[in-house]
């Protein structure tokens, strides 16, 4: 039995008051919520919602690391800065990073190792654009970006790793993916995972991310492979958030 998990990512929305008004929003409703829920914040914004989330189950993430412990990496954040903020959590790989800013497989998978080695849990987050699905390279996609991983980390890392499926075309585009292609994706990566170890593929947790919303997360999360929501735009508004760990 997998628990359900919620992950919000605010991605580079925030100011003090925004923080401050979502975060206690979002506390107000966690009475209700079976799921696990965390928040991953902008850098400078960790220390405040550290504050603000204390006492409570909603935990902290962060959107992204440097491989480094510390050193002459000007304007990076290492690993261990993260937790010292109390940071449990750290997404790596989302598509935004692999596009935006060149980030391989390769570099994913020393970020992962990099989270995981300092005893944080990375949200792995794999995907294919819309011409690879179209093409039919979707499970090559995926193959590629999961198998670089474990590759360096080895199957026994994902024993402290969550999967995040975001098909770049569903992200932030209004164009979830059905139950049907979502489930047939994570399926896939399930599968993938038990060649390896059947074990740890049972036990691994893998989210959907794209377009999810209040409205549609109930469908997707009954799936049997769907283990929860990375959710981006509709975990701007605690309300809309709040529905979403609801249905988780
Ligand atoms: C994301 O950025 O990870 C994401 C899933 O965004 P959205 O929910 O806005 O599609």
Redesign the pocket.
């Known amino acids: 039995m997998r628990n359900t998990i919620v992950a919000g990512?605010w991605?580079m929305n925030a100011s003090k008051d925004a923080v401050k008004s979502l975060v206690n929003g979002i506390l107000s409703g966690m009475g209700d919520v079976s799921a696990e829920v965390l928040v991953c914040a902008p850098f400078p914004y960790l220390s405040q919602v550290e504050t603000l989330i204390s006492g409570s189950s909603l935990m902290l993430g962060a959107q992204n690391l440097n491989v480094n412990v510390s050193g002459a990496f000007t304007g990076e954040v290492s690993a261990e800065m993260i937790k010292d903020f109390g940071a449990k959590h750290v997404?790596v790989g989302?598509?935004?990073r692999r596009s935006l800013y060149g980030e391989t497989s390769e570099i994913v998978a020393k970020k992962t190792k990099a989270a995981i080695d300092s005893g944080l849990t990375p949200l792995l987050?794999i995907g294919e654009s819309l011409d690879q699905r179209e093409s039919g390279n979707t499970e090559a996609v995926i193959s590629e970006q999961l198998t670089t991983v474990v590759r360096l980390t080895g199957i026994e890392a994902f024993k402290n790793i969550i999967i995040?499926y975001?098909p770049v075309w569903?992200?932030?585009?209004?164009m979830?993916a059905t139950p049907e292609q979502a489930q047939a994706v994570h399926m896939f990566i399930r599968n993938l995972l038990a060649s390896s170890n059947q074990d740890i593929a049972e036990k691994t947790p893998i989210l959907y991310?794209?377009?999810?919303?209040a409205g549609n997360a109930l469908e997707l999360i009954s799936c049997p492979d769907i283990d929860g929501?990375?959710?981006?735009?509709?975990?701007l508004k605690a309300e809309d958030f709040l529905q979403i760990c609801k249905a988780g």
């Open positions: 990512n991605k997404i989302h598509s935004e987050c995040a975001e569903a992200i932030g585009t209004g979830t991310g794209g377009s999810m919303n929501g990375l959710i981006g735009g509709a975990a």
